[in-house]
């Protein structure tokens, strides 16, 4: 049973969700957190994810006080490198092309740190990323790409800590309670109309933040906003996330902001099931493309796979491969490479062939004109910049010559069997286009004022990302946000309350 009425209503159970939730309850009236889901698919996108956080730090005295557990052995034998809020901005800036808004992307960058010292301090755990973004070189752990933290036990871990700590902190949870409208007057906002267990009923409250999640596991959306051909990308998360709170929101008169025509999309792989499979969690990403060559249906290559880091291109080239024919493209690579591929290369349920000649490969790969292939590999070859050290820890400058697709990094010929290639699709992340927020995460409507009683945090909220993303950058951003929603709708509450 619901209860007929909370201080605080929570829609949403990801990790925007419960930091709202956790903030909210602070301020010690009753929050009440409705996921959607049922409780064995619970906790969003957040509980798909590797647990990946962005987040400034300055030396390493930052990351022990996130993760009292790293011992000086391993302090000694890794080059953490630095985050610093420079670099933060820079990234957010390069990558969405100047268009974040800057007050939003003031408060992400500079409330990172402290936004995971209290989550900390709330009980969730972190670790260093050791097994995806650090090389070893000279028996050193080297981290690049500006992300070094992740939460304990990935997503999974995550939202298990948050689902606990929640409960600790006296946050009601009910799943199966699918939001479907908000309850509001000229006054603000009243409560909402929630469908639970099958029956639709009311709960009111004083506040309620809004923290579930995109429009991208919705196909008519997808299509309506992001595009034609749009419908026919595979969802890498939760298949709950189909915009309900957007449109909630849109209907009681919020004003929709950011890149609504955009996501973030990656390569998928191409027989993943039409939604996320929490068996496999992120392990259908391909990431390893920047090492090798991306082939599609017409035998040629189409983009840079060399542009930068991963982290800077993996969230924008799922477009690319969902505008090739055929909504496919194969990722190269020859065993100079393999040893290299990441885990997510190794697992049972993948689409990928094998081959001791190039001759060979090319036959094997399905829907690929064979002969258009083995030419564009062979040109791709003489192209390589050979007398460049390859070296995957930094823009290595080992590029193609003379090529109309120039790949600009990590060049390395395809030329030593045995050659492997990987079947990848387009796997929509999130979408970009969302609520508009202001700086204490307050919805405002279409005339610019202040809707009272809405807050809206992650996913759903427009303004911050446009074209692509910092890896990493979701996960921080529904916990600043989160934590500012929560924080607002408490305090509210609270002075409503006295
Ligand atoms: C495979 C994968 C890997 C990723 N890896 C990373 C990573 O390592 N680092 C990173 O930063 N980001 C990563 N992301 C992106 C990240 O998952 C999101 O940016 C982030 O989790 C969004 O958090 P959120 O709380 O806003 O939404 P979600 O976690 O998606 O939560 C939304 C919640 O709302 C619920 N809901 C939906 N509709 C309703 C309704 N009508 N009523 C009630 N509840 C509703 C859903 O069931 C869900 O619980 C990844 C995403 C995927 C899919």
């Not at 009753?30 to 049922?38: G, I, K, T």
């Not at 390493?60 to 890794?78: F, G, I, Q, Y």
């Not at 035998?299 to 969902?322: M, P, Q, S, W």
């Amino acid at each position: 049973m619901l209860p007929a009425s909370s201080d605080v209503i929570v829609v949403g159970g990801g990790n925007a969700a419960f930091c709202a939730a956790l903030a909210a309850a602070e301020h010690g009236g009753s929050v009440l957190l409705l996921e959607r889901a049922p409780e064995d698919e619970a906790g969003g996108n957040s509980r798909f994810t590797a647990g990946a956080f962005r987040c400034v730090y300055d030396d390493v005295e930052d990351l022990r006080a996130l993760m009292p557990d790293l011992t000086d052995e391993e302090v000694a034998n890794s080059d953490f490198g630095t985050y610093t809020e420079e670099k933060f901005f820079d990234d957010m800036g390069r990558v969405t092309e100047y268009r974040t808004d800057p007050d939003l992307c003031e408060i992400l960058v500079t409330r990172s740190k402290e936004t995971m010292r209290w989550m900390r301090d709330k009980g969730v755990r972190f670790a260093p990323i050791w097994g995806r973004q650090a090389y070893k070189i000279d028996g050193k752990f080297k981290f690049w790409g500006g992300l070094t933290v992740e939460a304990w036990g990935g997503g999974p871990g995550l939202v298990d800590a948050l689902t606990a700590i929640a409960r600790k902190n006296k946050v009601t949870i009910a799943y199966e309670a699918r939001a479907v409208s908000l309850i509001a007057d000229d006054d603000g906002i009243k409560g909402v109309r929630v469908k639970h267990a099958g029956k639709t009923v009311d709960v009111h409250a004083k506040c309620i933040v809004l923290a579930a999640g995109g429009f991208q596991a919705n196909a008519e959306m997808r299509t309506r906003y992001l595009g034609p051909g749009w419908e026919l990308a595979k969802v890498r998360g939760t298949r709950f996330n189909t915009g309900d709170a957007i449109r909630m929101a849109l209907d009681i008169g919020a004003m929709p902001t950011g890149n609504w025509s955009g996501s973030h999309a990656v390569g998928w792989d191409r027989n993943a099931p039409e939604f996320g499979d929490l068996t496999v969690g992120d392990n259908f990403q391909k990431h390893s493309y920047p090492w090798g060559i991306y082939i599609n249906a017409d035998g040629e290559r189409f983009v840079d796979e060399g542009a930068d880091f991963r982290n800077y291109t993996y969230a924008k080239y799922g477009r690319v491969i969902l505008m090739q024919p055929k909504q496919f493209a194969y990722q190269v690579f020859d065993s100079k490479i393999i040893p290299m591929l990441r885990d997510e290369y190794r697992i049972k349920r993948v689409t990928k062939v094998r081959a001791n000649t190039l001759e060979e490969l090319v036959n094997k790969l399905e829907d690929v004109n064979a002969e258009k292939a083995l030419e564009t590999i062979k040109t791709y070859n003489k192209a390589v910049m050979t007398e460049v050290p390859f070296n995957p820890n930094v823009k290595d400058g080992r590029g193609t010559r003379g090529l109309a697709i120039p790949k600009s990094n990590w060049a390395n010929t395809i030329e030593d069997p045995p050659f492997e290639a990987y079947a990848v699709t387009c796997g929509v992340t999130f979408s970009f286009g969302g609520l508009k927020i202001d700086t204490s995460a307050r919805v405002i409507d279409t005339d610019g004022a202040v809707i009272p009683g809405l807050y809206a945090a992650g996913e759903l909220v427009g303004g911050l990302f446009y074209f692509n993303y910092p890896g990493g950058t979701g996960l921080m951003n529904g916990a600043v946000f989160g934590r500012i929603a929560g924080t607002s709708a408490g305090q509210r509450a609270a002075q409503m309350q006295a």
